[in-house]
């Protein structure tokens, strides 16, 4: 599964992981004020096309009439393309902390639970909740946390290795996923520091989990999901090659274009990063990302990306 990421998990992005072995994808996370309040940039967020087959939408904030409404808000206009509702409550950045949503709700067990039953009541797909280990460091609470959620009615849980507090230093623990796996009967979703198909393995090896939320190994290789798909079919741990790559880059600035001119506000110059991540590696980058700097259509794009097919 491909997880949320701001900046990054944008219309074409997902159809490219579509692509190459997603299972499902999930828009920038949503906020709920936000969609409430009708900001069209918030809005955008959850804008599909008829080539994506379903899409996951994770909502944050703190208040559950809000969430609840915003929730039934995108069900009524994705109709079946919404695979699910996911609430934040693991998120560690200080901007959504010290509003009261993302992992601060960790904190709040009474109110994380009432914002889980109140989006139940106002859709029909399955709901689920991401959090982390913990908020504060040392202090696991994952555990007693996922029982919450499931006694509110969560249909999964998904859990992060780290404490919120941690942010992202150190290791995300997967012991710590076992234990939420054992202590509860929906199914609960592995997620931190999957890079690679091995990591996958070893997630799903040690944690039992029922499905594996990817996020940066995602941004900064989409075709972790191929070389995973790869590896559950063989048992091959096989890096995809640097034509495949280059392929896929082009594809995805044709995708942009063809999307611009189907009205969809999609942008080369947010491109410009994932572009530079396809070349990461590749004789000849180095040149090539000062050139990337410079595009700004579909035909600047590929001519970089040609350019390096002749290493």
Request: with cysteine; proline share 3%; net charge neutral.
């Amino acid at each position: 599964m491909l997880a949320p990421m701001a900046g990054i998990t944008n219309l074409p992005f997902r159809l490219i992981c579509e692509k190459l072995g997603a299972d499902l994808t999930f828009c920038e996370m949503v906020s709920a004020a936000g969609m409430a309040h009708a900001s069209a940039k918030t809005h955008r967020l959850v804008e599909t096309c008829d080539d994506e087959k379903t899409i996951g939408v994770q909502l944050f904030g703190h208040d559950p009439k809000t969430i609840a409404e915003q929730a039934c808000v995108i069900s009524e206009e994705l109709l079946s393309k919404l695979s699910h509702i996911d609430i934040n409550m693991g998120c560690p950045a200080r901007k959504i902390i010290k509003k009261g949503d993302g992992s601060a709700l960790m904190k709040k067990q009474g109110v994380a639970a009432n914002i889980v039953a109140s989006v139940k009541e106002s859709v029909n797909c399955p709901v689920t909740v991401k959090f982390r280990r913990g908020f504060d460091l040392g202090e696991e609470s994952c555990i007693e946390f996922a029982k919450r959620m499931e006694d509110a009615g969560a249909d999964a849980v998904c859990v992060h290795g780290r404490f919120a507090m941690q942010y992202y230093k150190g290791a995300s623990c997967t012991d710590a996923i076992a234990r939420v796996k054992s202590a509860v009967d929906i199914p609960v979703i592995g997620n931190g520091d999957v890079f690679s198909a091995k990591d996958y393995a070893n997630m799903v090896s040690n944690t039992n989990c029922d499905a594996v939320l990817v996020a940066r190994g995602a941004s900064k290789n989409p075709f972790i999901f191929s070389e995973i798909k790869n590896y559950i079919a063989t048992g091959e741990l096989k890096s995809t090659d640097t034509s495949w790559r280059l392929e896929i880059a082009c594809e995805h600035a044709r995708l942009i274009e063809k999307l611009q001119n189907e009205n969809h506000f999609v942008s080369f110059l947010q491109f410009r990063k994932q572009a530079m991540n396809y070349i990461e590696g590749i004789p000849g980058a180095r040149k090539a990302r000062g050139l990337i700097c410079g595009c700004s259509c579909a035909d600047d794009f590929i001519s970089v990306f040609d350019s390096l097919k002749v290493f």
